[in-house]
């Protein structure tokens, strides 16, 4: 499975231009199932909103006193963006209540080819063996209730180098094979640990040689996280819908956060069940048969993605070359290319995921994800790849740009109201607005509870209510230091500055005063100098700058206070099972 050069940004715009430069590599000819003519129609409609939103924001900037050119623009960006989401949302309520005739319909019942073999695989490095080797036995023992064990081999790929560490790997294993019964002899034998002796291209290049040395021996690849855990039967319903969808080249769950028990993560894991879920049905109802990829807690059919979705790396230098962090877009673009189908299967229950125990934990991750959509943005004029992805790849990439975009709009929108105080009715009008699309989809995805009358899996009407207004407080609190930390990122991706930022381990702890203290002041108080000496020359336009002011004024606290896991079982954010 040899990996195709790229053609890069500038030469793929060329040939887009010119068509006669390049060859076309997609498969997608022919007869145009009824799911694509369908997610065509929708698209034109989201567009068309998307755009409205963004030219009445344009309207409104422009009578609020905003210069025109790039305040204006930024303005009229975010506002679109916003407005994006929030319809997105509305899609997903909408999916939820009525259902979606065009997505891909349930599996069968009936029995499984005995050729149908897949290969379950997680790769690791470094990993807490508790949480691997915990999650990974549950999985199992629930795969084997469902009788269909025999159709799965399980392999751990470790990328640890620490031969100590390795070591205590082994003996996990042994230790999680002797508990489940499985012996080395065949036909008996289904766990398997390897440790790779080249460790190239990180989690990619680990798969890509479980490929290379087993791929052909299966006909399907289950891929997990460290922290992955899945239900027997939600497996083997991925192995039936497959089996009875041969043009489906990736199936994706939506992995539902669990297992940390602290403010952070329990306020995760709520805002996963209000919003989260409209968010994912909406996804998947623009999407259809062209969705994401999130790299884990999927199914992909084994000889498309051997053929199709090995992955060069970028030329150049700095930090957006060399291998693709967010490669699983990119895996996503190249099956679809290949005339694959590409599912997002929200409705699927049965995955779940750790969710990061503390707000530092969360910046580590968003890190590698923030340099890896920005890589996938050289990718977006690649020949060949469908419309649906090459938006993707922007959108991830935009989702971390709005965070200089809405750190620039605060600053400029304060010097304005400063120079042109009689705009300042205007202004707060504009804000209040997207604040208002801002907190739409939380209550909508409550009204959505209180609709289907879930309040009881959630400690009742009263601590539903609760637990929605802490989770809405603690997001507030925790975007201004989201914003500058991801300004911080993308700065860093785009200058290929080397900034280290170290984050505490999978596991979840409290995060100490000290800890919290050297992380954070290094976004909270370059932010707090500039704003306190921008404040007495706007005096105007200061109480835009307020709410973040106090957020950063707060920041050290608050990141101490949410990771800490005895908060947690105090205040029972989410009641009930909400946060579990």
């Known amino acids: 499975m040899p990996a195709i050069p790229w053609f890069g940004l500038w030469r793929g715009i060329l040939i887009a231009l010119r068509p006669s430069l390049g060859t076309q590599t997609g498969s997608t000819a022919g007869q145009v199932p009824g799911w694509l003519h369908a997610a065509h129609g929708r698209r034109r409609v989201l ?48 999916v939820l209540w009525l259902g979606d005739s065009h997505a891909l319909a349930p599996p069968r019942h009936g029995p499984i080819s005995r050729d149908a073999r897949t290969a379950i695989i997680m790769p690791i490095c470094n990993e807490e063996l508790a949480t691997v080797f915990g999650g990974l036995r549950a999985t199992c023992e629930s795969l084997a209730a469902t009788g ?36 080395p002899e065949p036909p008996k034998g289904r766990i398997f640990y390897r440790s790779r002796r080249h460790r190239s291209a990180r989690k990619a290049g680990n798969v890509a040689d479980f490929c290379c040395r087993w791929g052909a021996s299966y006909r399907y690849m289950v891929v997990l996280d460290a922290d992955s855990v899945m239900r027997g039967d939600t497996l083997v319903t991925l192995v039936r819908m497959m089996e009875q969808n041969p043009r489906a080249g990736i199936l994706q769950t939506l992995p539902q956060p669990l297992g940390q028990d602290t403010v952070h993560a329990r306020a995760q894991q709520f805002s996963a069940r209000i919003s989260g879920r409209l968010f994912a049905l909406g996804m998947a109802f623009w999407q259809l048969g062209e969705s994401h990829y999130w790299g884990h807690n999927a199914i992909l059919r084994m000889e498309p993605f051997m053929a199709h979705c090995r992955i060069a790396p970028l030329p150049g ?12 877009f990119v895996e996503a673009a190249l099956m679809r290319c290949a005339g694959f189908e590409v599912w997002l299967l929200p409705s699927l229950g049965g995955s779940w995921e750790q969710t990061p125990s503390n707000l530092l934990d969360e910046l580590q991750r968003d890190r590698r994800w923030c340099q890896g959509n920005l890589q996938n943005a050289r990718l977006i004029a690649e020949p ?19 965070a200089p975009l809405w750190l620039a709009l605060l600053c400029s929108g304060a010097l304005v109201a400063a120079l042109a105080p009689s705009s300042l009715h205007a202004a707060t009008w504009l804000w209040g607005l997207t604040l208002v699309l801002l907190l739409l989809p939380r209550l909508l995805g409550l009204a959505t509870m209180f609709a289907r009358h879930e309040q009881a899996h959630h400690g009742g009407t009263l601590k539903l209510l609760a637990s929605t207004g802490v989770e ?47 992380q954070v002041r290094l976004l909270t ?52 099972t909400a946060g579990k």
């Open 47 to 94: 567009l068309a909103i998307v755009l409205s939103l963004g030219m009445a924001a344009a309207v409104l900037g422009s009578k609020a006193g905003i210069p025109p050119g790039w305040p204006l623009l930024i303005m009229t960006l975010l506002f679109a963006w916003v407005g994006a989401g929030l319809v997105t949302a509305l899609m997903g309520a909408w």
């Open 148 to 183: 269909a064990l025999d159709l799965f081999d399980i392999f751990i790929l470790s990328d640890t180098p620490d031969p100590t560490l390795r070591a205590a790997e082994v003996q996990a294993w042994h230790e999680l094979r002797a508990s489940l019964g499985d012996t």
């Open 317 to 328: 230098r700095g930090g957006l070359s060399g291998h693709i962090l967010s490669h699983d």
């Open 384 to 402: 060949g790849w469908r419309p649906a992805h090459r938006t993707m790849l922007a959108t991830g990439a935009f989702s971390y740009l709005v």
């Open 472 to 518: 809405a407080v603690l997001s507030a609190l925790q975007a201004p230091v989201r914003m500058l930390a991801h300004t911080l990122f993308v700065t860093s991706a785009l200058t290929g500055l080397r900034l280290e930022w170290r984050s505490p381990p999978r596991n979840a702890h409290s995060v100490g005063w000290n800890e919290a203290v050297a």
């Open 525 to 576: 108080l370059p932010a707090l100098a500039l704003a306190l000496w921008l404040v007495p020359g706007a005096r105007h336009g200061a109480w835009t700058l307020l709410p973040v002011l106090l957020s950063l004024a707060l920041a050290v606290p608050m990141v101490v206070l949410s990771g800490h896991s005895g908060l947690a079982r105090l205040s029972q954010l989410g009641g009930g």
